[in-house]
């Protein structure tokens, strides 16, 4: 051992000062069978009294009981210098010559201002919920940590008891450091939370955050992009006000979730939450090869995996509807690594899970579920930006070529606009119906894309629309287009060449929109 590094010494005294009392009582009868001296603040003290726990109210060491309506309890230095002294003899000397008593151990946890940024309108209201002696107890012992234990969750307490009995009264260097940590780590997600809700409160909640913090998902990834990259998930720390609060996902069937994984039902989730009827979204690279809307899973199943049955074999498929016990018959020769539904019937996870590759997530895909930032990494640097909510309606769109098509038409071209802005730039989506049947995605020229989504609709081009993620440069990609069958397009338009787009449009007969806004996504 270091000799910087002191022994483990038993834990002798402890003192408690906890708003959630959430396993409590079990922590403070563990505490007390090994003969720890418990000192309380006065709700901690009385839920322990009630649980049977011997403890002593720390106002015998302050003198002080509470002041001012609670806001200084702990605030003393008959406590603060017991978490704070050194266990060396000049510390040890020092305590006695000032007659106070050391503490081996500190639990703590906050006021829960982070629940109270959804409950409490005004920032004024709020700010009662905001704790600083809870926060200082914490920090002073997360420093001393080379001789205090700090547990500031009750997750935190069973693996305590645990090590404690199994070390005979003590506990490790390495766990005090862990859990130290994890106290500075609460401090600042705490101290972020209380920024943003007084920013929410002012006025601000839609602003882009000042400060970003993130901490490790209990979501765990076996690597990275690569089997030789290491790779971990993270979650935006607090929660209300501006963040990133994932929607929790539940992995129902497979080991674990890879780093693509995550990528791949993130775009699948996206685009079926677009639709209000039952859709399917297949996921390839991040990026669509098939979606479809129907009045059944099974039928909207049935049509996004027949876009592209080369493109979907190791797919991820999202839907925006219970799994149902007929719904897999609609996967069957598709080999699918990920399949996601807000809820399996029990009936379709019994055939599911006679296939023993495919992964099954219970997540939410309801567009009140998704974010309203989004993230992406770039040169050591974290760019956030606002998630692309924004809806087409009639009064975007601006017909610059071709007759005005029925009604059916003009309802494909908004579906597969809906679609291609999930897909990576340059991105062209052709639809029949309510149903994709060619996607080109990711091309350095937009009519490579077109040629691409036309080469995997084959005859199904003939009679399509075509959404395009943003304008056309040049008219070889409408021609291209054109030759292929398509019927209608919609696009932002905006390009210097506009004029000669529109003119190539008319040449095939294509009716063409205008949105006069793009989507790209890269």
Known sequence: MDSETPAAEPIRRAVLATDDKTGLPDLGRGLSALGVELWATQGTGRCLTDAGVPTRPV??????????GGRVKTLHPAVFGGVLAPRTPPGLSELADRRLLGFDLVVVNFYPFERHLRDVPRATDREEFIDIGGVALARAAAKNHRFVTVVTGPEQYGP???????????????????????????????????????????????????EVRFRRDRLTLRYGENPHQRGAAYAWTGSGGV?????????????????????????AAAVVAEFREPAAAVVKHATPCGA???PTIDAALARAVATDPVARYGCAIAVNRPFGAADPGSLAGVFVDLLSAPEFDPAALARLGQRPKIKLVRLDPSPAARPRWEAKSALGRLLVQEADRRDIVPSDLTRVSGSAPEAAVLASLEFSWRVVRHAKSNAIVLASGSSTVGIGSGQPTRVKAVELACEVAGERARGAVLASDAFFPFPDGVEAAGRAGVRAIIQPGGSVRDREVIAAAERYGMSMYFTGWRVFRH
């Open 59 to 68: 106002e015998e060491l302050t003198g002080v009981g509470s002041w001012f």
């Open 160 to 210: 305590l008891l645990e090590e404690v009995r199994r070390l005979r009264g003590s506990v490790s260097s390495e766990t005090r450091q862990r859990l130290a940590v994890r106290a500075f780590e609460r401090c600042s997600e705490y101290d972020a939370a209380i920024a943003r809700g007084l920013t929410a409160a002012g006025g601000d909640a839609d602003v882009l955050p000042g």
């Open 243 to 267: 963040g990133f609060d994932p929607e929790p996902i539940e992995l129902v069937k497979g080991d674990s979730l890879s780093y693509t994984n995550l990528l791949d039902l993130e775009t």
């Open 292 to 294: 479809a809307w129907a």
